[in-house]
């Protein structure tokens, strides 16, 4: 073991039921520098790290951490040798303060009256308070976790890792849920991190954001190592095609859009969240059968809300919902589906899966209780769940280790995602909603999932697409819509609209 590394991962192979997640994986991490781990959804980047941070032992191989052999049996012990881990989806106590997720296991104890023993929460919060602005991760140490955004979750996790005096710092696809200002800030911050000597893992499939930042890429297709590269004399291109193992395509090709009759007709419509606060202010806009109508906005201007409306998950206060020439403005969540309405929501853990059925059970999520799955009395014929999911994983590429009979939460974010859209595209459906449809998605996939998009407008449907990714919008729309603090300020056909131009609505920016 050379004393240039601070982590030697060393022939480290791991099996599950049914696949092989790392086969004779050997990396090299240097102290002080930002090492990415690039590959699909999949791939076997995050059950890498989660060995070197104790959540599940090698089957085979060692692991050298300053030097030493040692034998990681559990997130305690890899806390002990200054390992942390940000997860993709968050482990935080969601009625708890900053604070008190931040200091647990580890609290600052005073005694009251000299023998009994009370957390010392004020003490805590000073020093939470002074760890945050020491690395620019500003927090309010007695916010509860609930009450604060994806991004300030973040921050929690990567000051609980700090607090624990951690040197080595591993972030598992740490921008799959932050909007793009958030992202460069968060970027900001691991540089930040690197140069005030901590060693930083990387877990992504972002190519721009590993060339922004790394410095050396491990690159993992189907459980193997392909290529570990200089960052700095590589490009991107060439990551991806090893990545995803073939050329991959960055530009999104489509025919000239044919616009049939309107298909949804939203009129006039608001709605108020839970707080009673309108989120969506007096929206009007169509989509016809063959386009693309897609909604740019800055993360939290009441585009999510907005769809959840027309989807029947929130009720509009006021205004029209118009599918196909019906008013569905008042009917059900199922009575929409039923007249034709895919809805690919942005949190597909909360929203999209039961994550404790099975992979068929979920694809057949919203047929189930119609031919060929139930008979005229009722009962489920399991044959047609179990031939149904294995064409639906074959077509869809969905990866999973036991195949149909899968647990859901045992897959990968990607593929999760790649079976929320296969069932909702297999409904055949008139109106297609999808929002943040390539979240948490590595290129390879977003690849396929912009052409299942386009293809399924060229068979005639008609797509409403909400995305936070600029690219994306320009790229895949025919149709543009701007929303801005809960109202639609512009809408225009995409190709009348520059990138700076739809950047400068989203920000409030008006034109004449």
């Known amino acids: 073991m050379s004393e240039e590394y601070i982590v030697e991962?060393?022939?480290?192979?791991?099996?599950?039921?049914?696949?092989?997640?790392?086969?004779?994986?050997?990396?090299?991490?240097?102290?002080?520098?930002?090492?990415?781990?690039?590959?699909?959804?999949?791939?076997?980047?995050?059950?890498?790290?989660?060995?070197?941070?104790?959540?599940?032992?090698?089957?085979?191989?060692?692991?050298?951490?300053?030097?030493?052999?040692?034998?990681?049996?559990?997130?305690?012990?890899?806390?002990?040798?200054?390992?942390?881990?940000?997860?993709?989806?968050?482990?935080?106590?969601?009625?708890?303060?900053?604070?008190?997720?931040?200091?647990?296991?580890?609290?600052?104890?005073?005694?009251?009256?000299?023998?009994?023993?009370?957390?010392?929460?004020?003490?805590?919060?000073?020093?939470?308070?002074?760890?945050?602005?020491?690395?620019?991760?500003?927090?309010?140490?007695?916010?509860?976790?609930?009450?604060?955004?994806?991004?300030?979750?973040?921050?929690?996790?990567?000051?609980?890792?700090?607090?624990?005096?951690?040197?080595?710092?591993?972030?598992?696809?740490?921008?799959?849920?932050?909007?793009?200002?958030?992202?460069?800030?968060?970027?900001?911050?691991?540089?930040?991190?690197?140069?005030?000597?901590?060693?930083?893992?990387?877990?992504?499939?972002?190519?721009?954001?590993?060339?922004?930042?790394?410095?050396?890429?491990?690159?993992?297709?189907?459980?193997?190592?392909?290529?570990?590269?200089d960052v700095a004399s590589t490009s991107t291109k060439k990551m991806a095609n090893l990545m995803v193992g073939r050329e991959v395509s960055f530009s999104v090709e489509k025919a000239e859009p044919k616009f049939g009759e309107v298909i949804l007709d939203v009129k006039d419509?608001?709605?108020?969240?839970?707080?009673?606060?309108?989120?969506?202010?007096?929206?009007?806009?169509?989509?016809?059968?063959?386009?693309?109508?897609?909604?740019?906005?800055?993360?939290?201007?009441?585009?999510?809300?907005?769809?959840?409306?027309?989807?029947?998950?929130?009720?509009?206060?006021?205004?029209?919902?118009?599918?196909?020439?019906?008013d569905i403005t008042h009917e059900s969540i199922r009575r929409r589906t039923e007249m034709g309405i895919s809805y690919i929501p942005e949190d597909r853990q909360e929203y999209g899966l039961l994550l404790d059925f099975t992979l068929k059970e979920n694809l057949a999520m919203k047929s189930y209780y119609k031919e060929p799955f139930s008979g005229k009395n009722g009962i489920l014929k399991r044959d047609e769940f179990e031939k149904y999911g294995k064409r639906l994983i074959e077509e869809y590429d969905i990866r999973s280790g036991q195949g149909t009979v899968t647990q859901v939460r045992s897959m990968s974010g990607g593929n999760q995602q790649k079976a929320i859209i296969a069932r909702e595209i297999e409904l055949q459906s008139d109106l297609m909603i999808f929002v943040q449809p390539t979240r948490g998605l590595d290129i390879g996939a977003i690849e396929n999932i912009h052409k299942q998009i386009i293809a399924e407008r060229d068979k005639g449907k008609a797509i409403l697409l909400i995305s936070l990714e600029l690219d994306e919008i320009m790229s895949c729309a025919d149709t543009i819509g701007v929303i801005y603090n809960g109202a639609i300020d512009k809408i225009a056909p995409a190709d009348t609209l520059s990138t700076s131009q739809v950047g400068e609505f989203m920000m409030g920016v008006k034109h004449k």
């Not at 989509?287 to 693309?292: D, L, N, T, W």
């Open 9 to 229: 991962m060393r022939h480290i192979t791991k099996r599950f039921p049914g696949i092989v997640a790392n086969d004779d994986v050997s990396i090299q991490i240097k102290k002080g520098e930002i090492y990415a781990l690039l590959g699909e959804n999949g791939a076997g980047k995050s059950t890498l790290m989660s060995m070197l941070f104790g959540m599940y032992e090698p089957d085979e191989g060692e692991i050298y951490v300053k030097g030493k052999k040692v034998k990681i049996t559990s997130p305690n012990y890899a806390t002990k040798l200054n390992i942390g881990m940000v997860h993709q989806h968050f482990k935080l106590v969601s009625n708890y303060t900053i604070t008190e997720n931040i200091i647990m296991g580890m609290e600052p104890v005073k005694k009251i009256l000299g023998m009994f023993p009370s957390v010392d929460i004020k003490k805590a919060n000073e020093e939470i308070r002074k760890l945050s602005e020491e690395y620019g991760l500003e927090v309010e140490p007695t916010q509860v976790i609930e009450k604060v955004n994806v991004s300030i979750r973040q921050r929690v996790e990567i000051l609980k890792m700090l607090y624990r005096q951690a040197e080595i710092l591993i972030f598992d696809e740490p921008t799959a849920v932050l909007t793009p200002q958030e992202i460069e800030f968060l970027l900001q911050i691991i540089r930040n991190l690197r140069d005030s000597g901590k060693t930083i893992i990387l877990i992504t499939h972002k190519l721009e954001e590993i060339k922004q930042v790394a410095d050396r890429c491990a690159i993992l297709n189907h459980g193997k190592i392909v290529d570990i590269l």
């Open 269 to 326: 419509i608001s709605v108020h969240n839970q707080d009673r606060f309108e989120v969506v202010k007096h929206v009007s806009f169509q989509v016809h059968r063959g386009e693309i109508f897609a909604i740019a906005g800055v993360s939290g201007n009441g585009q999510v809300e907005l769809a959840d409306a027309v989807a029947g998950l929130m009720k509009v206060s006021g205004g029209t919902i118009t599918l196909k020439g019906r």
